[in-house]
């Protein structure tokens, strides 16, 4: 059976932005690396013996349509405070950093023949996108793209995305322009277009309730959750700080940003439940955690003592933590 795994190194790494690093990553035999579809991520694991990192970046390929297939991965890496697995990457991946890379996973897989495709980054989002822009490009769909960040100087590709889609692309900036209508921007849509969306969960979330508030069929709104993070069974509850006050976590919304949206100081890096920065202190729970983390055991769960904020939930109401 052929290994989920390849021997990969860094040919090269470019700043995109002052958090965002572009790295590109090739077989370390040099030999051809296998194809990847428009939206398909790959898993990096790194960080010396035992790999003590894994994480998950899309794959976004050339930066220009009609460019020829590229003899490396290019991926974007942005880097989170206090992060752990991408502060790691932007301090120690040079040329020649040698790594394990899987082979292309496609969870976000973009249909054919759509009569409109709608494409909508948040952030660093913007990685999966791109690739699928260039891709409805070279097939000539009809397609646009709105790409969302707090300001265009932090926001990856804006050039090479407007050379690509022309009037085709609107950049929406939150810290000029507030927080775009989406309920709007889904109405402008021609009929039985498909919307892609790929950013942090209250984006998801927000567009995902825009559809269903206009009467768009759920399966016209697409996203990529690469995390354990949202079942679609999740009720919403309220978390409990120590100073009394009572954060409400939505039934799509995980608990980090759900405090990050209060402005509450909170620690995380992967967001997926790998890397155990989220950790946090519970304190009580009216109901039974859940936890969907890979890092600690089955003993370390059933002890309940602590929970990764970042993907955990509970099936009670009321959630007290130690922040
Ligand atoms: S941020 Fe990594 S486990 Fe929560």
New binding site residues.
């Given amino acids: 059976m052929q290994d989920k795994y390849l021997d990969a190194v860094i040919l090269a790494r470019r700043t995109l932005t002052k958090r965002i690093t572009e790295f590109l990553i090739a077989a370390a035999d040099g030999q051809p690396l296998p194809m990847a579809e428009a939206g398909s991520h790959i898993e990096l694991r790194f960080g010396g013996a035992g790999d003590r990192f894994l994480r998950h970046y899309s794959l976004i390929g050339p930066l220009a349509a009609g460019a020829p297939r590229e003899a490396f991965w290019r991926v974007a890496v942005r880097r989170e405070d206090r992060a752990r697995g991408s502060a790691f990457i932007h301090r120690t991946f040079q040329p020649g950093t040698r790594l394990r890379v899987s082979r292309p996973i496609n969870a976000f897989r973009l249909s054919r023949r759509q009569p409109h495709t709608l494409l909508v980054a948040g952030g660093i989002g913007i990685t999966p996108i791109f690739a699928m822009a260039r891709s409805l490009l070279t097939r000539q769909e009809a397609f646009s793209v709105l790409y969302v960040g707090v300001e265009q100087a932090q926001m990856a590709y804006v050039g090479e995305l407007a050379a690509m889609c022309g009037p085709g692309l609107a950049v929406f900036e939150t810290g000029r322009q507030g927080m775009p209508d989406l309920k709007a921007v889904l109405s402008a849509q021609p009929a039985d277009a498909t919307a892609y969306v790929c950013g942090p969960s209250g984006m998801i979330d927000g567009l995902i309730g825009a559809g269903a508030a206009i009467g768009w069929a759920p399966e016209r709104i697409r996203f990529e959750v690469f995390n354990a993070a949202h079942r679609p069974e999740d009720q919403a509850f309220e978390v409990r700080l120590k100073d009394g006050r009572a954060i409400p976590i939505g039934a799509g919304t995980t608990i980090?940003d759900a405090l990050e949206g209060a402005g509450v100081e909170t620690?995380?890096?992967?967001?997926?439940?790998?890397?155990?920065?989220?950790?946090t202190a519970v304190l009580g729970c009216d109901g039974a955690l859940d936890h969907r983390?890979r890092?600690y055991s089955a003993q370390d769960h059933a002890r309940n003592r602590q929970m990764?904020?970042?993907?955990s939930r509970i099936t009670g109401r009321l959630l007290e933590l130690d922040l």
């Fill in positions: 980090l620690y995380a890096d992967c967001r997926r439940g790998e890397c155990g920065l989220c950790t983390d890092v990764t904020i970042c993907c």
